[in-house]
């Protein structure tokens, strides 16, 4: 029986093994050692030949016995009968081709005569090959065959390139001297397993090195992923860094908008002030048909006039205000149980000049209109009239350089003349104490009752105007002057308390932001409590989170005025809890 190197398959005869091999050269052809293929017939008895060096020692030994017989074809020891006789029982891949020529003149004997023909055969060419005579002419022939067929030859050990095949069996001897022992015959040679890819070696040593070429492949890979993850660290943070640094520019130009908007909001945007909003304003009432132009020529040189005097012109008050409720609450008023009311102040109401940011000063208007109808005041507000809003921004910017409140200057660039800056409690304090009179800021900084409302402030101004009761009287006309009163985005001006007969408290406020011709429906003999809807203020309408008032106390004298420019410095309003 005889056994397919290429593929083992066990065949009866020489003539079904010839037949079996062609069938291997037509087809798809399989390295019965390392499992190769994809290549031809050919390319795979090169491969066998050198891959395969130990494993494919009978496949050698019929070469050079072909070599010997070009060489010397009358030597005594080989014969073309003996030549044929071992090619056709060498069981090799790479001696298929040989049997394929010669499969004619083959002769038939039985399996037995071809077995023990097929030892000797080996056995007379192992002992041929221990002859160095013979061995040096076989080179010669074999190497010129292989380069002429398959270019330089390159050692499957070690991969080195050679010029010819003797110098590669030179190489191969010297270097690999130890991977060339042949095993005995005889017996069963053992087979390793690599374990890393599979592949079956005959020898350890080959094994060995063939493993260590797997531990070098996998430590250049891993090296490479290292490179490969060291460059996706990178390429993440300069990622991480220009998200980082467009997030910063987005977020410093919501930033610079956001400035904007709060200076344009408070009126520091440069974009001039009063005089130059009222112009403005008047030039699109112009253009739009609403006024004539004689009129703007005329309010403008009004205008002109009353901010070279500093003295407002009037056009925006409404007087008598107070007297008009003392009257409605002395007649008609019947759901009141009692009320308290401000000294007579007037109301001012914002202009086309001061429109969205001049409520405080108009508050001011309204406070200092109180104090110069009262003879206590007096003598420190001698001389003075109702001052206009360039006018006021002057008399602040005069307090700051005295030494009141630098921090608030700081705050305001030292400047409001020209601007549209908004002014709050803290301005109203500054400017009325360096007109020496008495006042003082309370904060009411939380809410202290349900839905956010403040109860406690309602009890404060009750307890501010009903300190002057007088008898059961159901109007109160205090000497009181009227309170300012400061909340987020707006100021307004308290003229008076009520407490109706269900013992709720209502405030009365003058609001700037209300029009003159609204003010003067309440001056009508006629009025109804619907009227009053603007001025009535009940604990469920304040609701704002905090809210600051300035309350009039008296007059200063020159060396409180000192003291309180000095507290000024470290100022803080008087909280209540």
């Known amino acids: 029986m005889l056994s397919c190197d290429v593929c083992g398959e066990t065949v009866a005869s020489e003539l079904d093994m010839n037949t079996h091999l062609i069938v291997h ?6 390295c019965p050692f390392c499992k190769l293929s994809g290549i031809n017939y050919d390319e795979m008895c090169f491969h066998i030949e050198t891959a395969h060096f130990e494993q494919n020692i009978p496949e050698r030994n019929f070469e050079k016995l072909n070599a010997i017989q070009f060489e010397n074809p009358d030597s005594k020891s080989t014969t073309l009968q003996s030549t044929m006789e071992v090619n056709s029982s060498i069981p090799s891949a790479c001696a ?7 499969a004619q003149s083959l002769p038939k004997c039985g399996t037995s005569n071809c077995e023990a023909f097929h030892t000797e055969s080996i056995t007379e060419s192992r002992k041929y090959l221990k002859s160095p005579e013979k061995q040096s002419g076989l080179s010669v022939v074999q190497g010129s065959i292989y380069e002429t067929t398959y270019g330089p030859p390159e050692c499957p050990f070690c991969g080195k390139i050679e010029g010819c095949s003797q110098d590669m069996e030179t190489h191969v001897k010297a270097k690999h001297a130890s991977l060339l022992e042949t095993p005995l015959e005889d017996c069963h040679q053992p087979f390793y397993d690599c374990p890393m890819c599979g592949l079956v070696c005959t020898n350890y040593h080959i094994l060995q090195e063939h493993v260590d070429l797997h531990l070098e492949e996998n430590s250049f890979q891993q090296g490479m992923d290292r490179d490969q993850c060291c460059s996706d660290q990178e390429l993440a943070q300069q990622l991480q860094q220009e998200e980082d640094r467009k997030r910063q520019s987005e977020e410093s130009r919501q930033e610079r908008e956001e400035f904007q908007k709060l200076q344009r909001q408070y009126g520091l945007d440069n974009s001039g002030g009063y005089k130059q909003q009222q112009l403005r304003h008047m030039e699109i ?18 205008m002109m006039e009353s901010i070279a005097i500093g003295v407002d012109d009037g056009k925006t008050k409404t007087s008598g205000i107070i007297e008009a409720l003392h009257r409605y609450y002395q007649n008609t008023a019947t759901d009141v149980r009692c009320v308290w009311l401000s000294t ?3 109301h001012f109401h914002s202009s086309f000049g001061d429109k969205g940011w001049g409520c405080g000063y108009r508050n001011f208007q309204m406070l200092l209109s109180s104090l110069l109808q009262n003879d206590v005041y007096g003598d420190c507000l001698k001389g003075m009239s109702i001052p206009c809003i360039p006018k006021i921004q002057s008399m602040i910017e005069d307090a700051w350089k005295e030494g009141f409140d630098p921090q608030g200057a700081c705050q305001l660039n030292n400047k409001l003349q020209g601007t549209k800056a908004w002014i709050g409690a803290c301005e109203i304090y500054t400017l009325l104490t360096s007109l020496r009179v008495k006042c003082r800021i309370i904060d009411f900084h939380k809410a202290t009752g349900p839905s956010g409302t403040h109860p406690r402030l309602f009890e404060w101004i009750l307890n501010y105007y009903s300190s002057e009761r007088e008898g059961n009287t159901k109007v109160v006309c205090t000497s009181k002057p009227p309170v300012y009163l400061q909340h987020q985005g707006h100021s307004r001006t308290i003229v008076g308390i009520e407490e109706r007969k269900n013992r709720t408290l209502c405030l009365l406020i003058f609001d700037p932001g209300c029009p003159s011709r609204e003010m003067q429906k309440l001056l009508k003999q006629d009025m109804e409590a619907g009227g009053l809807r603007q001025l009535r203020k009940s604990v469920g309408n304040l609701k704002h989170k905090q809210y600051q008032i300035v309350a009039v106390e008296g007059v200063l004298s020159p060396e409180e005025k000192v003291a309180r420019k000095q507290a000024s410095q470290v100022f803080t309003a008087e909280k209540i809890p």
């Open 25 to 30: 050269m037509e087809n798809e052809v399989i």
């Open 96 to 102: 298929s081709n040989f049997q394929k020529n010669s």
């Open 285 to 302: 009432e112009v253009i739009r048909g609403r006024m004539h132009p004689s009129e703007f020529h005329s309010r403008k040189a009004d």
């Open 344 to 346: 007579v102040v007037d």
